[in-house]
């Protein structure tokens, strides 16, 4: 048998929750795609800091230099975690929608953009001002390079335009070609901006390896639940466009005119997409998040998410009425994101199931991916039981599916527990819990 690592202190671990059947149990965190509990040791660091916050660049007092210090030291460990370029900018954000919609908002005139259907809504939407080519969903990762190619091959290369892609699917956690669709872009005068939301916290992300023009994700996934997200990349554009938010902060000069108007010298420093007071218990939360992973070792952290993987997969895979939705099939390396249908099941209910019974808390309906969920559940067998879901008729397709996900403090107990819970709710069928007098099924 394979040794793995212990799973990562988090928080969150000792909190229990009822369970319809009676009494309480501990609750198993099985949402990380949604967002990950808090590493203690981020938790740790933000309290030994809390005393000590100050305002950020907006204070001469002792705590006001140190909170400044910090946060500025915590742009460069999270740039050296990203293995940024030396003239790269990176912008502390809100999330990862927000730094999509910053890069969205600094596109230079005329741009392109290039998506695949198959993308979060986060990395899909941000971009309808622009000239947009959606992408039909490609079956296989080198499809994916072939279609972009194509999508390429017919457009002026001197103008400018973005490719945006997504590091891990968020539906099936399958790892995309990020390196050959970057060769690609950059084949055909593309830049390419990479979502990072799923693959960052767990993979090593290297902006220069990868070759890809922008990176974004969120703390709150990668373990460090404050409110910050980070942009990281080029800083030609971002210094060419308008301030993402105009306010203090971002500018350095302000004059009134003498036909009573006013002057604007913004920064060119990533200040300048920064405007209000910034986050800094946010950005210091993703750098100590970015420590800790970086000291536990990403080797030993992906070689036991693969033992969680397989665990589930192997769990699910014996269990016929369960389908798990893929796009590039059962060999494509993923991380710990995977959704699936269960026959007879409608899939609210099965995750108020595990939730009411269990304690154990995954996500249902499209992830904020409807066309890809939409082209998933497509060639699926309809999964409406007499439980099914008001709006899907007997015969329709089922209309969203069951997301289960885990990540660096996931013990086996939890992957454990879910494996037997679906066993259970499958053999068993719908619970009389979930039912009202009337017959209709409630969670
Ligand atoms: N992209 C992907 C792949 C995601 O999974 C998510 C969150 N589910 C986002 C973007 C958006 O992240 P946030 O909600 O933190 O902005």
Redesign the pocket.
Known sequence: ARTVCAPLPVLGSDVTVPLVTGGEVAYAALDY??SAPALQRVWDDVAAYAPYYGSVHRGAGYLSQLSTDLFENARRTVAEFLDCRSDDQLVFT?????S?NLLARALPADCEVFVFET??H??LLPWQDARVTYLDAPRTPRQAVETLERALAGRDPHGPALVCV?G???VTGELWPVRELAAAAHAHGARIVL?A??LAPHHPVSVRDLDVDWVAF?G??LYAPFGS?VLAGRADWLVAADPYLAGGGASRKVTRREDGGVDVEWHESAARHEAGSPNVIGAYSIASACKALAEAGFDRLVAREEYLIAKVREGLAGVPQVKVLSLFGDDAPRVGVISFVVEGWNSSHFAAALSAEYGIGVRDGL??AHPLVRTLLGSEPQSQGECGAPEAAPGEKSLNAIRVSFGAGTPDEHVDRFVNAVRELVSDGARWQYRTEDGRCVP
Do not use: I, P, V, W
């Open positions: 795609a949604a809100r999330s990862t929608t927000d999509l993308e979060h986060a990395s997504t891990a699917s968020n979502d939301a799923q969120s709150h996934k997200g992830f904020c």
